[in-house]
């Protein structure tokens, strides 16, 4: 009977560390494409924190770089015109709310080119952002509850609009008073589960 209970527990243990991953389930064949693919860029990011407590900016710029970093180590290259993946960020900061995904994931309000975009996507955002209207996922993107403070990077394939893999790191914490040192190792965190 203690064997029974030990190995129910270990089980359990396991399904929980599982669940506490920083990115959501993956399919093979999203796997295999994130390895074979080579460029990337961004969908502009219209998350701007509104809160004065933070400076926008320097947030956006940070993670920006520190995903750059991360994606050079994993052997992307910068490419607007034709990237394999594109890359949407979330910057929690101002309000609890959970990040969809099923079925029709976002709609994007910039139709048009010449929509706003922050300095911090200067050089590095698809040129053809505004023909993308709607992002999908497929059953193993789940809604992503998150708390303040925290950041939810998505990698899409450019030509299916499909959300490939959604990461975020729910243990990392973001403090106000080491905030570009904590930013960085959030991103970092978040890099650790990419496939």
């Known amino acids: 009977m203690k064997k029974v209970k030990l190995f129910i527990t270990l089980i359990l243990a396991g399904a929980f560390m599982i669940s506490c991953g920083s990115g959501s389930n993956i399919s093979k064949d999203a796997a295999k494409k994130l390895k074979n693919y080579d460029t990337y ?28 970093d991360n994606m050079a180590s994993e052997g992307y290259a910068i490419e607007n015109r034709q990237p394999d993946v594109l890359v949407y960020v979330h910057t929690m900061f101002d309000e609890k709310v959970a990040v969809n995904a099923n079925p029709v994931y976002t709609n994007f309000s910039y139709y048009r080119p010449g929509h706003y975009i922050g300095p911090y996507y200067e050089n590095y955002t698809y040129d053809n952002y505004f023909t993308i209207q709607r992002i999908t996922a497929d059953d193993a993107i789940k809604q992503l ?51």
């Open 145 to 195: 509850p998150y708390k303040e403070k925290s950041i939810v990077i998505d990698f899409i394939d450019r030509r299916t609009n499909e959300i490939l893999w959604r990461g975020t790191a729910p243990e990392e914490e973001i403090s106000s008073k080491r905030l570009e040192r904590d930013l960085r190792d959030y991103v970092d965190e978040i890099f650790t589960k990419f496939p």
């Open 41 to 68: 860029s961004y969908l502009p990011n219209k998350d701007t924190i509104l809160s004065q407590d933070y400076n926008n900016q320097q947030i956006q710029e940070t993670i920006i770089a520190t995903i750059n």
